[in-house]
């Protein structure tokens, strides 16, 4: 478990997916995609790691994806094949706020 800051910048150590953190929980958590640790930007992986089957649905650009508690949310800046997690809960899609209709 690490503390993760907001802007930090990481990549997946299974995958070709990079996120920037935009909201960060005040604890140590462990940020993972595909099941795995996710590293920082120059960070090599450890050896032996594969993608993990149901961390497989992977993680699209541009999307932010965010726990149930809201306590985290990453930016996707480079598309994988892994699925976002933290702490073992894989990560949603963030859905966008409905405004009011201004009728």
Do not use: H, Q
Request: charge should be negative.
């Amino acid at each position: 478990m690490t503390e993760i800051k907001v802007g930090a910048r990481l990549r997946s150590a299974v995958c070709s997916t990079e996120v920037m953190v935009v909201a960060a929980p005040d604890r140590p958590v462990e940020l993972t995609c595909g099941g795995v640790p996710m590293i920082d930007m120059d960070g090599t992986p450890p050896a032996g790691v594969e993608l993990s089957g149901e961390a497989a649905a992977g993680s699209l650009m541009g999307k932010r994806y965010t726990n149930d508690a809201a306590d985290i949310e990453v930016l996707c800046t480079k598309p994988g094949d892994g699925s976002l997690g933290l702490d073992g809960e894989i990560l949603e899609v963030k859905e966008a706020k409905t405004l009011p209709s201004s009728d």
